[in-house]
């Protein structure tokens, strides 16, 4: 059994920083791939960024140079940095842990105001 849980979400003005975590609980030795998706209202899913065990990071073109993950693997954390932030940004933050399966947090509300 995996929890995924985040933290970290608010309410934050154009131009702003938040800083979201995730901890990954329970059987996690076998955890690989970690990362952010974010849902607005009336959109689909989309994927912010992941990252591998060893590092490797995948952003969105959208928070290329705006956004920065980081993995702690001996805490099973990833943090997201996030500046620079823009109301297109508003959206539900979704952390996930790829174990044998796809694992979701409950998401964070991220809101930012022009």
């Known amino acids: 059994q995996v929890q995924v849980l985040e933290s970290g979400g608010g309410l934050v003005q154009a131009g702003g920083s938040l800083r979201l975590s995730c901890v990954v609980r329970?059987?996690?030795?076998?955890?690989?791939?970690m990362g952010w998706y974010r849902q607005a209202p009336g959109k689909q899913r989309e994927l912010v960024v992941s990252?591998?065990?060893?590092?490797?990071?995948n952003y969105a073109d959208y928070v290329k140079g705006r956004f920065t993950i980081s993995r702690d693997n001996a805490e099973n954390t990833i943090s997201l940095q996030m500046n620079s932030l823009k109301p297109e940004d508003t959206a539900v933050y979704l952390c996930?842990?790829?174990?044998?399966?796809?694992?979701w947090g409950q998401g964070t509300q991220v809101t930012v105001s022009s």
């Open positions: 996930y842990a790829v174990t044998y399966r796809l694992n």
């Open positions: 990252i591998t065990k060893e590092g490797n990071t």
């Open positions: 329970g059987n996690t030795f076998s955890i690989n791939n």
